[in-house]
């Protein structure tokens, strides 16, 4: 198969698998399609070994690097000096804490033994989140593009807000093509005119980061407003009709998250596998309780308590949700795979709608050959009824 | 193009569109496509009025009719001696009339001049009020549907909850199929059991009545669920793109609502065409503020004052939230066309996401036309890409 994005990316058929584990990253390549690394996790350090890792793996085939560039972020964010772990009022912490306890948690070992939900600023822990919460920032995100630019890359992704000037003009000094995921038209426009070389239209059911219209009623209204540039299509998007649907909608390609999860690679572990093998498509929701922008994620207690509860703070801005979410969740993991019930009640991770179709666990290779099988029928069956 | 839909409808293309409009109906009828008749407007003898004078125009063309069928309403509703009018609370009639002031729109003629937001139940609005209410029950839409199949109507479809065994019986017998629209996997599989011969997926971009799971990741999971049971895809369907991605899904044909509201042939308000016309994708909102079940919907100070003022009492169950919404909204419309800024602010009307594509008054022929042709260019660019 053959688009403009299959020739600027150097691939064989037009799927992007973007997920946080190398080792998806690696099958999806090496099975033909393109994986894209979400690298938010990662210090610059440890990304330049995980792409160190893939390259071997990858031994010249494409793939890519994703990082998080959110429009705006808590003003802490911006100033090296601040602590972001002080910027976390009592209030928040206190919740957290307080779930901690109902739901039998534990602490984690990052919290004060004596004090709030929050990692003090001058241990190492501290260090780390205040370090992981600038990688949201401009000057943070750039610190890992440089890295993956180091690595023969074929995309950088930007998710979020438009890419820096300074992003564009390294990745394009470097001959590697900007890619913006966007949920509107409106910044479709600005992503495109910020010098992105591929849109990817991601809809609402999209697990993640994600905006509030459908992949059905965006990709058709991108792929006009910032064409000749090529659009991938994101959001309900883990079988081949569903690519072949993304297509005839305009699209040049689909980027796919939430399929990945629970593939035999992927590092989730167990007790959310579970959880999203057993979900349907109703189990997920829109909310800003895990990073403090509005992300689609599974549901479960900790959504509840967030965005129901009445004694909820209501989630703070980015990063400092995600400095205060994320250390009790990876506690939580623990806790629920020790066998905590309250602690299996809370877990959850970024999931799309397309949660209701991931029914079993399989290679991500077979994955990708058996979504580019059902595309191939379906292509072949919208001909046939065509006459 | 031929699909068991085709067949079973006896149509060219297809492409059913929903209508609260004879007019559209009998144009896209007449263009090749499947007009379905909303008769929940409808008292059965302007029912009747109404589909004769579609006959006269189709001439024997098919076409359609659909009713309203909540698995749950309000109790009063139920019974044959309440007066629904008085089933409303006064603090939701006080609402209603404090809006009323507050967008200076005047009162309804229907509303007592010394009372609250209500049509009194002895009076002929009372009256026909509480006939409007009752046709969301079964035997208020077995009603409708006796009045429907004295006339050549080629499908009865029922929304919201599964035909009543004496639906699917009488038009099993008058030899027409029973349509169903449905929001999840699980209802689709209910809907069936009830003897539903189409099952119509309906993502939740459509406008309308409509549930949380996007088109994209509800039509597969359907088609997979009912086969082989022919399903028609709803929600995020308006272009001939968008058509071929539907059947790329697996849908045997589309339902299109949203985008006949703003054909010649529509009886659409011109000051709710208007914003209609000049609204994206980001302007519509899923409320019960107009019939107590969550419907997609344009935003405007009436979803907002309902699902946001802090001394709105919330919706009402259906039929009663209907009925305290319709006559203060039809008197909303006139005031607006009247030149009043307040009522332009609350004047609203059911649409679907793709409200941001539907930016030109076309003649509804034209519309079918249009889709026709772009459907024809996106099936040959999916199988040019394919190879």
């Not at 895990?290 to 703070?316: C, H, I, N, V």
């Not at 877990?347 to 290779?365: E, H, L």
């Amino acid at each position: 198969m053959r688009t403009r994005l299959t020739e600027l990316l150097g691939i064989e058929f037009p799927l992007v698998a973007f997920s946080h584990c190398r080792d998806v990253v690696a099958a999806v390549t090496n099975a033909g399609g393109f994986g894209v690394l979400g690298a938010v996790a990662y210090s610059p350090a440890r990304l330049d070994r995980e792409l160190s890792w893939i390259d071997e793996q990858v031994r010249g085939r494409p793939y890519g690097v994703d990082v998080l560039l959110p429009g705006r972020v808590d003003a802490a964010a911006a100033d090296p000096a601040a602590r972001l772990g002080e910027a976390i009022p009592d209030a928040h912490r206190d919740f957290v804490a307080h779930l901690m306890r109902k739901y039998d948690v534990g602490r984690p070992d990052i919290w004060p033994p004596d004090g709030g939900a929050w990692a003090p600023p001058t241990t190492a822990a501290g260090r780390a989140a205040d370090e992981a919460g600038r990688r949201v920032t401009a000057a943070g995100a750039m610190g890992l593009v440089d890295v993956a630019l180091k690595h023969p890359v074929r995309l950088i992704a930007s998710a979020l807000g438009p890419p820096p000037p300074e992003m564009v003009d390294r990745a394009r000094s470097a001959g590697v093509p900007v890619a913006a995921l966007v949920g509107t038209v409106e910044h479709a426009r600005r992503q495109v005119a910020a010098g992105a070389d591929v849109v990817v239209a991601q809809g609402t059911e999209a697990g993640g980061h994600t905006g509030e219209i459908s992949t059905m009623v965006l990709v058709p209204q991108v792929v006009d407003a910032v064409a000749p540039v090529p659009v991938l299509a994101a959001g309900g998007v883990a079988s081949g009709r569903q690519m072949a649907a993304a297509i005839a909608l305009g699209a040049e390609g689909v980027w796919c998250g939430s399929v990945w999860l629970t593939t035999e690679e992927a590092e989730t572990p167990p007790v959310v596998r579970d959880k999203l093998l057993a979900a349907t498509s109703l189990d997920t929701v829109r909310s800003r309780c895990r990073t403090g922008k509005p992300a689609r994620q599974l549901k479960s207690a900790w959504t509840e308590e967030w965005d129901e509860a009445t004694e909820s703070p209501g989630p703070l801005p980015m990063p400092l949700q995600m400095l205060l979410a994320e250390p009790a969740l990876a506690r939580v993991v623990r806790a629920a795979e020790a066998g905590g019930e309250g602690a299996r009640d809370l877990a959850n991770y970024f999931v799309g709608q397309v949660v209701g179709q991931m029914n079993q666990v399989r290679p991500a290779r077979e994955v990708v050959y058996a979504i580019v099988s059902e595309y191939v029928e379906a292509v072949a069956r919208l001909s046939r009824l065509s006459g």
